[in-house]
């Protein structure tokens, strides 16, 4: 067998043992009686003990250790009340809402296998995964930009990382430097902001706390060395610090500036940034002018800047750069670059997987169900491909290694074996000791609370509760272990009753009339609406619509809905009909300075041979592209159609009028 095999025999015989025990053993007890460390030295007993033990603290497993007042020998105990998962009051509702959850983000979430796994326990001894999900997912689609066998790799390193608080090296790529060069660093915590993850730790070399985004990690994560622990957890670290801050506010703090928003944008405003808008006007602390400038700019004429002064003249000189740039013909671009050469791509890990231990367990208890008051069981072997997704030619070593466990635990509590296509069960004297599933290990946790961060409001519709419930329901069964350092859930109770009533439209045939504040436009506009699908774009939600009001095919991003409201009336679906965003839009050809390439490269522009970039994007309304190129502040130029040029030009000087900027002196 392999290294990671008798190690995984150790430490689910020592669970069992302790199961069956019921009572403080010794660690000689544990040499002389747990299959695997009877062959061992004391010397290697004492190192691969300890070092089991740690490990199986970390999965959740809740081994309690105390000293005896007589002997001074450690005693080692592990109460059943505090393995298994507590009582959960799921609904029929609530489990096939967490179960269209999995189905929407299955091949498409860094996490889905141990989400599998942990709704496997969540579910045992109810009916199994439906096959098909439910109405309304038909119509959702997610899209995670990062999702790659790549990404969920490098997760699953860092996870290990995380968890056994070791220092790990990778060469990472500096985008704002353009240099790649060995990072060593303690990985605190993992979290997902704007739909892109990153890795937050102490950086050794620097001395300081940074962020890394996983995407910009180039080649393999490696232990930096082979000690068990490298660092400890810092008491005061909080990773919600790293997340929800506008781009313009990362770092240290250099100023604070004020911006009259004008119209609706200010509610807008308070529900993006959480800020309160008085008289008109935003009051937010910077640490990057530029940065701030980009949102100003962004909002086309809408957000004007008061102070401090250098935010006016930044605005003003980006606005006359824009105009000054799409004024006239085109610079003659380079030519396309022929001598890049890019990095060997690092060849694909292997996903995230739920660990091996957990598998067993959840599949221990799942064999022990199935017998439920009798001695044996028999039931077809697909039923355990499916529910946990093992591969059938891997079915018998997994059931094998059952089979050892239980021997090596002095816990004979199941034996299982493979018949042909047909799984037979005997349950023996301990049957009742695994009788229900364990507690969610971190891993499984946290792949709820992140599919809770990306499909929340959707899983809350589909069971027709608030979200806050299912949340509350599920953290009761985290077990034992510390979640501090994963993020909570941040999903707005706005946002949640929006795509709660959208879906309800969805699956009912409803029209719904919404409230929106379109780009471009300073006050809310009323639509009636028949909604076709949703959409999760990672950082956003989409509704794509046929829209009564306009009388033409329409998306909302829920972000920018102020309401919406279901009517009476019901659509019958238009024949044919199959809406998303962009498909009526028409393309713009764009060239980005080599000042801004980089960013754009990652979203898959072509490099030109001076370093700039060039670039198609679907534009499906003016008004749109025009904030788009405004925020890029003279480094992104429309090469084509003409029109649009044009009109960002015309619109870049009016902008300066309407701000008050025309005759502020740029340097």
């Known amino acids: 067998m392999s290294h990671d095999t008798d190690k995984l025999i150790r430490q689910l015989s020592l669970v069992a043992f302790l199961m069956a025990e019921r009572r403080a053993v010794t660690a000689r007890d544990i040499k002389g009686q747990v299959e695997g460390y009877q062959e061992m030295s004391d010397e290697a007993f004492a190192r691969r003990f300890y070092s089991d033990r740690a490990e199986l603290v970390a999965l959740g497993v809740p081994l309690h250790s105390q000293r005896d007042e007589y002997t001074g020998e450690e005693l080692y105990t592990m109460r059943s009340e505090r393995y298994f998962l507590p009582p959960l009051e799921l609904t029929d509702d609530e489990l096939a809402a967490l179960q269209t959850c999995l189905y929407l983000l299955e091949g498409k979430f860094a996490y889905a296998e141990p989400l ?12 199994g995964f439906a096959e098909a999900p439910t109405d309304t997912a038909m119509r959702v689609e997610v899209l995670d930009p990062e999702y790659s066998a790549e990404m969920q790799g490098r997760l699953g390193k860092l996870e290990a990382a995380i968890s056994k608080q070791r220092t790990v090296k990778f060469p990472y790529w500096s985008i704002s430097r353009d240099e790649e060069r060995e990072r060593t660093v303690n990985p605190f915590a993992l979290f997902q902001d704007a739909g892109a993850w990153y890795v937050v730790g102490q950086d050794l070399e620097a001395d300081d706390e940074r962020t890394f985004r996983v995407s910009r990690i180039r080649g393999e994560i490696r232990f930096a060395t082979r000690r068990e622990r490298d660092f400890r957890l810092p008491a005061e670290f909080d990773v919600d610090r790293y997340r929800g801050r506008p781009p313009w506010q990362i770092g240290d703090s250099v100023g604070e500036a004020r911006i009259e928003v004008a119209g609706d944008t200010a509610w807008w405003v308070e529900r993006t940034f959480g800020t309160k808008v008085d008289d008109g006007v935003f009051v937010t602390e910077y640490s990057s002018l530029p940065l701030l400038a980009k949102w100003v700019l962004r909002q086309d004429g809408r957000a004007a800047p008061q102070a401090p002064d250098e935010l006016r003249r930044e605005v003003a000189r980006a606005l006359r750069a824009v105009r000054e740039r799409h004024e006239g013909a085109p610079d003659r671009l380079a030519a396309e670059s022929d001598g890049h050469v890019e990095a060997a791509a690092e060849r694909p890990a292997a996903p995230v997987a739920p660990e091996r231990f957990a598998v067993l367990q959840a599949l221990l208890a799942y064999l022990l169900d199935r017998c439920g008051e009798e001695s044996q069981a028999e039931f077809p072997a697909q039923e355990l491909v499916e529910r946990f997704r093992i591969p059938f030619d891997q079915l018998e070593e997994h059931l094998s290694l059952l089979n050892l466990v239980n ?15 047909t799984i037979r069960v005997d349950k023996e004297l301990f049957g009742d000791t695994f009788r229900a599933p364990p507690r969610l290990t971190p891993l499984e946790a946290r792949a709820i609370r992140l599919a809770l961060e990306f499909v929340g409001p959707m899983i809350a519709a589909d069971a027709r509760s608030p979200l806050e419930r299912v949340r509350s329901k599920l953290e009761e069964t985290f077990g034992e272990f510390e979640l501090a350092q994963t993020p909570e859930p941040h ?8 795509v709660g009533t959208l879906s309800r439209g969805l699956r009912e045939r409803r029209l719904v009339e919404i409230d929106y504040l379109k780009e471009g436009e300073e006050e809310v506009s009323t639509h009636l609406v028949e909604p076709y699908s949703l959409e999760r774009r990672l950082p956003y939600w989409y509704v794509h619509t046929w829209d009564r009001t306009r009388d033409g095919e329409r998306s ?13 009336g019901h659509f019958d679906p238009r024949e044919g009909f199959d809406p998303h965003e962009f498909r009526d839009a028409r393309p713009a050809r764009i060239w980005y300075s080599p000042e801004v390439a980089r960013w754009e490269l990652e979203k898959g522009a072509r490099r030109l041979a001076d370093g700039s970039a060039v670039a198609e994007r679907p534009v ?17 130029v429309v090469l084509e159609p003409q029109e649009l040029r044009r009109e960002i030009a015309a619109r870049a000087q009016a902008v300066q009028r309407e701000l008050g900027l025309s005759r502020v002196r740029v340097g």
């Open 116 to 127: 599998r796994l942990a709704l496997q326990n969540l579910a045992l001894g109810r009916p």
């Open 407 to 421: 021997f090596g635990g002095g816990c004979y509590a199941v034996y299982a074996e493979l018949d042909g296509d």
């Open 491 to 498: 999903v707005q109770r706005a946002e949640e009753d929006l």
């Open 556 to 568: 909302f991003r829920l972000d920018r809905m102020r309401s919406a409201r279901l009517q009476r």
């Open 620 to 636: 499906g309304s003016p008004e749109w592209l025009v904030g788009e190129i405004l925020s890029y502040r003279g480094e992104a």
